[in-house]
């Protein structure tokens, strides 16, 4: 895996909170951008979506993005923090937020639903 997930945890009303590290040798920093690397907002989705779909532990697929805010830059080797929490009227659909110091670096609302395995 790319990233490092340090904690995966579930807090009140599933709440999902997950600390992460992307190391400096991740392939998603070689070339974005040289000399002043920075995660890209894809990365940053990805880790969201893979947050959800380790704590629901089953295989998802994410069917919309939505509301997604870039505020700040993420660097190699960020302690990031990724919270993920249920919306009330859809438990597909989670509002994200991932953090680096406290301090919101992106955020938004996922959609995601169980993968179907089945062949047609």
Known sequence: MWHLVKSLT???????????????????????????PILPGV??????????SNARNREM???SVRR???????????QI???ATPLEQNADAYSFRIAV???TVCSGVMTVEQ???QLE
Not at 68 to 76: E, S
């Open 61 to 63: 697929n994410v069917t």
């Open 115 to 117: 993968q179907d395995n």
């Open 43 to 52: 990365a940053q989705i990805r880790m969201v979506f893979d947050t959800i």
């Open 10 to 36: 579930h807090i009140d009303k599933n709440e999902i909170s997950a600390d992460i590290q992307v190391p400096s040798e991740s392939p998603w920093f070689s070339g974005h951008f040289p000399g002043e």
């Open 81 to 83: 923090k990724i919270t």
């Open 101 to 103: 110091k406290d301090e």
């Open 68 to 78: 997604v805010r870039f505020k700040q830059i993420i660097r190699p080797d960020d």
